[in-house]
């Protein structure tokens, strides 16, 4: 390995000595750090196994590109964040507060639905018992739905903010109801078209050319599926749902999610390609309840310290943003290794795609050195 990470700006060298390190001490095999101000690139550095054009399965980054692609349908008159879920798809739970439940609970992750169910083994007992093909099938996707819209909650719509991948998968089922199309062309058209966002989203291996397969990264290999993992989506249940799906599946490169930060800023201005204003704003603003909640409407935002009184509040230690990223910020982190953080004031966009899965899901030689990594990014970025 080199000792300087291609692409690194010189300026930059703490950060990419941290890029490189995680790759030698196995936090993954493969990275790519990206720092721009405003419409600046000022770092883009690859490391290990990757390549600054390397597209990585960003999981649960998926999320804010749906979330931002629900904002588009809202800005078209087909949906509305105070909108009930119970319109649009079919609830058989029975639990009453189900029906209670709203999209922006679902953006926010406040609606009660638990965090997980392994929903691959339900497809997998399913596909058994009938004696038919549902892994990866429309079928097997809308089993899964149908799994989620009959679960009793957690707790009552509104009153707990914990992070649920059931409910991004509700979310992505309803605005394909709504838009009467799949999210994989939704998202294309609507968001990465627009925005130049030219390897972004799902499915890649049926749209890239086989020379271009080699930009793929490897999440390792899959127990159930008993395969390697490249160009194929990482988390389980968005496999078995045949790799669309609201919580997980987009993959990225590092210049792309900076193209969709970029948007996301321009919005807020009110100067965006895709995204109004107010979409921008819900997308970046912390919701009021229930109160302590970290999320917004499509993003998380960093972990904040209990500060003295009379304080402005700041990131935790322990926050994967790092300590630099302040009290307005937003961002997300991805289960494969992948993160995206942006300082709206600066308009400070950290960008950081790896493959820590790759050593196996339990890998977590990325916490200790992400933040490090953001730290020494922002140093320089934002001085």
């Not at 996301?264 to 009021?288: D, H, I, K, Q």
Request: some cysteine.
């Amino acid at each position: 390995m080199s000792a300087h990470p291609r692409g690194a700006a010189k300026a930059y060298g703490k950060a990419a000595a941290l890029l490189e390190r995680g790759a030698s001490e196995k936090a993954y095999t493969a990275a790519v750090l990206l720092a721009a101000r405003g419409d600046e690139v000022l770092l883009h550095a690859a490391a290990g196994e990757a390549h600054l054009s390397s597209i990585f399965d960003v999981a649960s980054l998926t999320k804010p590109l749906v979330a931002a692609l629900f904002f588009v349908l809202v800005q078209q008159g087909k949906v509305s964040p105070g909108g009930a879920l119970a319109g649009v798809l079919p609830v058989s739970s029975p639990d009453p507060a189900f029906r209670e439940i709203r999209f922006a609970h679902l953006l926010a992750h406040t609606s009660g639905l638990p965090a997980y169910r392994r929903l691959y083994a339900d497809i997998r007992v399913a596909e058994e018992r009938e004696k038919r093909p549902l892994v990866g099938r429309a079928e097997g996707h809308d089993l899964a739905v149908a799994t989620i819209l009959a679960m009793p909650l957690a707790s009552p719509p509104g009153t707990r903010c914990a992070y649920s991948d059931l409910g991004y998968i509700v979310l992505g089922r309803a605005i394909e109801a709504a838009a009467f199309e799949s999210l994989d062309r939704l998202l294309r058209r609507e968001i990465c078209g627009p925005l130049k966002m030219a390897d972004t989203g799902y499915l890649p291996l049926a749209s890239l050319s086989e020379c271009e397969t080699g930009r793929l990264v490897s999440t390792g290999r899959s127990k159930v599926r008993d395969r390697e993992k490249v160009g194929e989506v990482d988390d389980e249940n968005a496999a078995a749902m045949g790799g669309v799906a609201g919580h997980a599946g987009v993959f990225s490169t590092a210049h792309d999610l900076f193209l969709f930060a970029r948007e996301v800023l321009r919005a807020r201005r009110g100067e965006g390609r895709v995204l109004a204003r107010p979409s921008a704003v819900a997308m970046t603003t912390r919701v009021a309840e229930p109160p302590g909640c970290e999320r917004t409407l499509g993003f998380d935002t960093p972990t904040p310290a209990t500060p003295p009184a009379g304080a402005t509040p700041a990131p935790a230690p322990g926050s994967q943003a790092g300590r630099r990223f302040p009290e307005g910020s937003f961002g997300h982190l991805g289960f494969t290794g992948c993160s995206l953080w942006v300082d709206p004031a600066p308009e400070a966009t950290v960008v950081l795609l790896t493959n820590r899965v790759f050593y196996g899901e339990q890998n977590d030689g990325l916490k200790a050195i992400r933040p490090l990594i953001h730290d020494a990014v922002m140093e320089e970025l934002v001085p």
